[in-house]
Structure formats: structure tokens, C-alpha cells
């Protein structure tokens, strides 16, 4: 299956000062029910913002298969343990709550969660890249076994050398699969204005690396088991950040 980890930071500031950590919540929705599900998550949204909600926030990715994705940083795996929802049933009873997720679950036959961590190490975030106002994504899964970690590591590391070496301004986001992922992968996200922003930013990557490009993504190439390359929209509007 498609592993649902896709999320991405306005890179504004230095990496190290973003989270690594995530869970990532993902509906199966039905397509006949994207619609209603929009209808509920914005509801949602809005009843957090109207009473003031602070122990939670998420960011919301649609994919082009139906999936909802969100997704929530967290400082270490012991934050788990909290409920996250406790503040809103508070705030909002829990009856009340309770109804709006019964319509919900109506929308999706499925869903599941899992850890990802961002990597910093291997990500390339060239000198004034950003993604802000930039919500299209296209991902891109590298699947691996387990033996191979650490030479599929080695060679991520090199494809952002070169990179480096030869220029290139359109910066890459890359994360690992973690608890609750069922295969080994990486998952390089870029993003763009719109698809066509991310085919240009591409061509004008492939010039610049030139033939060399070819052995290094080979020896990533080599490596992965599985590829799948999924769309996707980042969704401000169904997002929930409070205000500090």
C-alpha cells in the first residue's frame, strides 16, 4: 500500500529549529463523501478556533486518491500517551463532540496512524528556498529492506552533495518511515506553485546536474524495492494552528 506520510514546513528558519517527529493521522475517505468529510473537518476547525483550543494543532494534506492526511508534531513518543481531544470535549461537551466524529467515521471505511520523522541531514534547503505559498506536493516513496539502511542513507547523502556541489535553488524535503510504518522508505516531497511549477523547477534541475546525475540516482535507484510517486495538496484551509 501507499504509506500516507506527507507533510512539509515553511522552511523559513534553519532545520534544526523544526520539529522532526510526527504523527500522522490518515482518513481513507470515500469519493462520494469528500464533500461531507470537507464540510465536517472545516466544522471541526472552526469550533477549535471558536473556543480558543491550544493543546492540539494539525496540517492537512488532500491527496489525488482520497486520502486526508494529517499530520501533528511531537517532541518524543511519550506524548502519545496524552489525549488530544480532551481540551475540546471540555470546552465543547463531549456529546456534542462525539456527534460530529460518529458523521465523520460515515465517510471513510478505514484509517490509520503512524510515526515519521523529518531528516534534516539528507534534506537540501538551499540559501532563501521556502515553501511558502507553495501547496502543491508531489512525493515520492523509496522503499528499501532493512539490510540496505545504511547504504540507501550513504546514498541519499550523496544526491544531496551533489545538490550542493552544482547549485541547484529548488530545495527538497525528505523523511523517514517510523513506528507504525509497515516497510523501511524514504519520502522526498517537493513542492510548487502549481504541477506544472514543479515539472519547470525539474527540467531546470536536470540541466544543472547534468549527466552526472545519472550514477548518483542510480545508487539509490538500485537500492529500492518499491516506487510510488503521489499528488498532493497542501490544505491551509482545514488546517488548525492556534495563536500563542
Not at 91 to 99: I, T
Not at 216 to 244: A, C, M
Amino acid at each position: 500500500m501507499l504509506i500516507s506520510a506527507v507533510f512539509t514546513f515553511n522552511f523559513a528558519n534553519s532545520q534544526e529549529e523544526q520539529p522532526t517527529m510526527f504523527v500522522v493521522h490518515t482518513d481513507n475517505v470515500k469519493f462520494e463523501m469528500m464533500p461531507k468529510y470537507e464540510e465536517l473537518s472545516l466544522k471541526f476547525k472552526t469550533m477549535c478556533e471558536e473556543n480558543n483550543v491550544k493543546d492540539m494543532n494539525w496540517t492537512t494534506i488532500s491527496v489525488e486518491d482520497g486520502r486526508y492526511v494529517h499530520v501533528t508534531p511531537i517532541k518524543n513518543m511519550a506524548e502519545l500517551d496524552e489525549n488530544p481531544m480532551a481540551e475540546v470535549a471540555k470546552k465543547v461537551g463531549e456529546e456534542k463532540m462525539n456527534e460530529m466524529f460518529d458523521e465523520m467515521d460515515d465517510c471513510y471505511d478505514s484509517h490509520s496512524n503512524e510515526i515519521i520523522h523529518y531528516m534534516p541531514t539528507l534534506s537540501y534547503i538551499p540559501e532563501g528556498y521556502s515553501t511558502q505559498d507553495k501547496n502543491q506536493r508531489e512525493y515520492h516513496f523509496l522503499y528499501y529492506a532493512p539490510k540496505n539502511s545504511k547504504a540507501m542513507g550513504e546514498a541519499m547523502t550523496k544526491v544531496k552533495e551533489m545538490f550542493k556541489e552544482k547549485g541547484v535553488k529548488n530545495g527538497y524535503e525528505v523523511y523517514h518511515s517510523g513506528f507504525g510504518s509497515e516497510e523501511s522508505y524514504y519520502m522526498v516531497a517537493i513542492a510548487g506553485a502549481s504541477e506544472m511549477d514543479i515539472v519547470k523547477g525539474g527540467e531546470e534541475n536536470d540541466k544543472l546536474l547534468g549527466d552526472e546525475k545519472d550514477a548518483v540516482f542510480w545508487d539509490v535507484i538500485k537500492l529500492t524495492t518499491r516506487y510510488d510517486q503521489v499528488e498532493g495538496n497542501l490544505r491551509p484551509d482545514l488546517s488548525y494552528w492556534p495563536e500563542e
